[in-house]
């Protein structure tokens, strides 16, 4: 089975800041990955798909690079909306695997 | 408007079963594959089951294979979950999910997501 791998687990950051956030496949998944937003007490919500695409709605400040096994989920400049835990998704086996989550606090 | 509602969760005894619904409005459901994801209280999301846009193909985590059963009806717009043998460690906010990619697998990124539905596995 492919694991994924978030880091860090938890970041603090302010609003304005460039915020990065890295999953790792244990294996190669090419670009079949996708990047979630989930606040307390919501459905999770769609932000990056194929790895770099960004889904409809989701404001431009984000943005998701990589391939293979490494990849990226950027927040160009953290607004007081973004504060949230943040999960990658990889589908490119039979079974779906999502990265432990990565929390962004408030500095 | 796109929606999915989850039904059917509650309180079990370890060694019960349960069976869990999501009705699908909106879109034209047998388009599309679907998932269940669940989150256990405090924990990460865990991929749990996916079914194709017919239910010719399903899927299973490892943690569950064997005690649950993934079906669809799409005369009725509906998603299942049938939990047997539930454990402690199945206790989780259950979600169903849409996969973007129409007439495709049940494994994708999932654009529409249900609010959830509560199992609780305890004695």
């Known amino acids: 089975d492919i694991q994924m791998t978030q880091s860090p687990s938890t970041l603090s950051a302010s609003v304005g800041d460039r915020v990065t956030i890295t999953c790792r496949a244990s294996?190669?998944?090419?670009?079949?990955l996708a990047w979630y937003q989930q606040k307390p007490g919501k459905a999770p919500k769609l932000l990056i798909y194929?790895?770099?695409s960004l889904e409809s709605g989701v404001p431009s400040r984000f943005s998701g690079s990589g391939s293979g096994t490494e990849f990226t989920l950027t927040i160009s400049s953290l607004q007081p909306d973004d504060f949230a835990t943040y999960y990658c998704q990889q589908y490119n086996s039979y079974l779906g695997t999502f990265g432990q989550g990565t929390k962004v606090e408030i500095k | 408007e796109v929606q999915l509602v989850e039904s059917g969760g509650g309180v079990v005894r370890p060694g019960g079963s349960l069976r869990l619904s999501c009705a699908a409005s909106g879109f034209t459901f047998d388009d599309y594959g679907m998932s269940w994801v669940r989150q256990a209280p405090g924990k990460g999301l865990e991929w749990v089951s996916g079914i194709n846009w017919n239910g010719g193909s399903t899927g299973y985590a490892d943690s569950v294979k064997g005690r649950f059963t993934i079906s669809r009806d799409n005369a009725k717009n509906s998603l299942y979950l049938q939990m047997n043998s539930l454990r402690a460690e199945d206790t989780a906010l259950y979600h169903c999910?849409?996969?973007?990619?129409?007439?495709?697998?049940?494994?994708?990124?999932?654009?529409?997501w249900g609010q959830g539905t509560m199992v609780t596995v305890s004695s």
């Open positions: 294996q190669s998944i090419s670009s079949w």
């Open positions: 194929k790895a770099s």
């Open positions: 999910a849409r996969t973007m990619v129409r007439s495709g697998s049940y494994l994708d990124a999932f654009d529409i």
